[in-house]
Nanobody, 123 residues
């Protein structure tokens, strides 16, 4: 089992910045990928950015060049620095951890979620 606790989020004006952080606990040695999803009002949840345990990065097209995902494997944290925010970035943001076969006791491909944090960007 993996538990995820998020912090950050809030209300910001367009063009501003916010930083989201997420700390994992429990079977953290099983975590392969960590990342951030978001769910705008009335829309489906979408992947924003992810980072693998080896450092491979992925960004959604809409945030490329504005958002930066980082990870501290020693502290079991993942962060999302969001710059040049736009009103369309308004959403509930969720931290995600995906397990991999990193140890004999680890399940593969299991997803864990944080409780979500709201980001509101006003123009």
């Amino acid at each position: 089992q993996v538990q995820l606790v998020e912090s950050g989020g809030g209300l910001v004006q367009a063009g501003g910045s916010l930083r989201l952080s997420c700390t994992a606990s429990g079977d953290t040695f099983c975590i392969a990928n960590m990342g951030w999803y978001r769910q705008p009002p009335g829309k489906e949840r979408e992947l924003v950015a992810s980072i693998a345990s080896g450092g491979h990065l992925w960004y959604g097209d809409s945030v490329q060049g504005r958002f930066t995902v980082s990870r501290d494997n020693d502290k079991n944290t993942v962060s999302l620095q969001m710059n040049s925010l736009k009103p369309e970035d308004t959403a509930d943001y969720y931290c995600n951890a995906e397990t991999g076969p990193l140890a004999v006791t680890c399940q593969y491909g299991r997803h864990y979620w944080g409780q979500g944090t709201q980001v509101t960007v006003v123009s």
